[in-house]
């Protein structure tokens, strides 16, 4: 079955810097496109990033662009989020998933497989 699992995640000072990544399994991984997003408590789930099959191009949520990067290792089955510049608002739990296209999406009803998510907390 396909497995995605986020790592990476953890207690940052606002300004800091983290690199999430999510490994792949039971899934062509590089013919798909993949994507994050996050939730933060009380809020809905927001699109943060998303990369196509062979990492050519990528769309970027208002909030993070500039600051975050998207990349993704098809040889080792691995997505990446380069997290830059973090801010408070930047808290939530960051997660991984997969597209059953080679086309890079921000609408998460396109996606049909989830990680777990993992905590990222930016401290003030």
């Known amino acids: 079955q396909v497995q995605l699992v986020e790592s990476g995640g953890g207690l940052v000072q606002a300004g800091g810097f983290l690199r999430l990544s999510c490994a792949a399994s039971g899934l062509t991984f590089s013919s798909k496109a993949m994507g994050w997003f996050r939730q933060a408590p009380g809020k809905e789930r927001e699109f943060v990033s998303s990369i196509n099959w062979k990492g050519s191009s990528t769309l970027y949520g208002d909030s993070v662009k500039g600051r975050f990067t998207i990349s993704r290792d098809n040889a080792k089955n691995t997505l990446y989020l380069q997290m830059n510049s973090l801010k408070p608002e930047d808290t939530a739990i960051y997660y991984c998933?997969?597209?059953?296209?080679?086309?890079?999406?921000?609408?998460?009803?396109?996606?049909?497989?989830w990680g777990q998510g993992t905590q990222v907390t930016v401290s003030s």
């Open positions: 998933a997969a597209r059953n296209s080679q086309f890079a999406d921000s609408d998460a009803g396109w996606y049909f497989a």
